[in-house]
């Protein structure tokens, strides 16, 4: 699981806090389902997103790649947390969600134990609904990873995980709070390390990295700060983090053969570190997600 939560065990309470939500969102469309706003020529498309910036960013992209292909679209942006966004997706109140598939899997299915992209597509297609099916996965992946500065990489020649054996014994990894009590067994179980000294440096973590505080630490793969501060996400393997691919996920009633074409390619362009130069436009830079969703959809072809 994600430490930024993004999968969650709280399914028993999806559908009571997905109607309440339902009821009182805000929206620029009419209250008609899925099922009877399905997908003919004068249709309109509801493309909703979750609660932060990154999330917010890929829907834009869906949304002006679509609104380019001509298709009608109604923008549901910042509605909440996945309990609220897959149930109002369930319903027809959405079409189409920007989703991160292992973490879906991992809210349909807490036992799930699929690790690679293809595993996890194949595991979704069976939990998911009949209502409700996953597109093409991209190569973008939102997840946890080992970072390391430019500088540590270069001196020990570090470019996977498997290259801190020998290593790791000298140095002080840092992450959440909580990345210790669950990652620390599984760093010794699948690729024999031990690191001398782990810290709870949480958001400061990148930093901490640059400034040569830390030696290893968690970041997510689309933080910009990896960008902005010329640090190296070590690849892993042995899939320990598990697929995090950025995939759309579409109510079937609400779509056509446009919809999925145009958002199948869109999902064939975006890769991770495209994703971590974008979010550095909007995190860092603060430009507008539309504007850097249609530069990036002009810029792809796609629009």
Request: neutral net charge; contains cysteine.
């Amino acid at each position: 699981m994600s430490l930024r939560s993004r999968a969650t065990t709280s399914v028993v309470l999806m559908a009571a806090i997905a109607l309440a939500a339902t009821a009182c969102s805000s929206s620029k469309s009419d209250p008609l389902s899925g099922a009877s706003k399905a997908a003919g020529s004068g249709s309109t498309v509801t493309i909703g997103s979750a609660n932060y910036p990154e999330n917010v960013l890929l829907a834009s992209i869906y949304s002006q790649a679509l609104q380019a292909k001509g298709v009608k679209v109604d923008e549901k942006f910042n509605i909440g947390s996945r309990e609220v966004i897959y149930g109002q997706l369930q319903s027809g109140n959405l079409t189409v969600l920007p989703e991160y598939n292992g973490a879906l899997l991992q809210y349909l299915d807490a036992k799930a134990t699929a690790a690679t992209s293809t595993d996890v597509d194949a595991a979704l297609q069976k939990a998911l609904p009949s209502s409700l099916e996953i597109l093409n996965s991209s190569a973008a992946e939102d997840k946890d990873s080992l970072t390391v500065s430019q500088a540590t990489a270069d001196k020990y020649n570090l470019k996977s995980i498997t290259d801190l054996t020998g290593q790791a014994a000298n140095f002080t990894i840092g992450g959440q709070p909580e990345f210790k009590s669950r990652r620390e067994q599984q760093f010794k179980d699948a690729y024999g390390l031990t690191f001398k000294d782990w810290k709870p440096t949480a958001d400061t973590t990148a930093n901490a990295l640059k400034d040569g505080s830390l030696q290893v630490g968690d970041v997510f793969t689309t933080d910009p700060r990896i960008l902005q501060l010329g640090l190296v996400a070590l690849t892993d393997p042995k899939n320990l983090f598990g697929a995090q691919n950025v995939t759309p996920l579409v109510n079937k009633a609400g779509v056509n053969p446009t919809v999925t074409d145009t958002l199948n390619a869109v999902s064939a362009k975006l890769d991770t570190p495209g994703l971590v130069a974008l979010m550095k436009k909007v995190s860092i830079d603060k430009d507008d997600p539309s504007a850097v969703a249609k530069d990036w959809v002009k810029a792809n072809g796609l629009g």
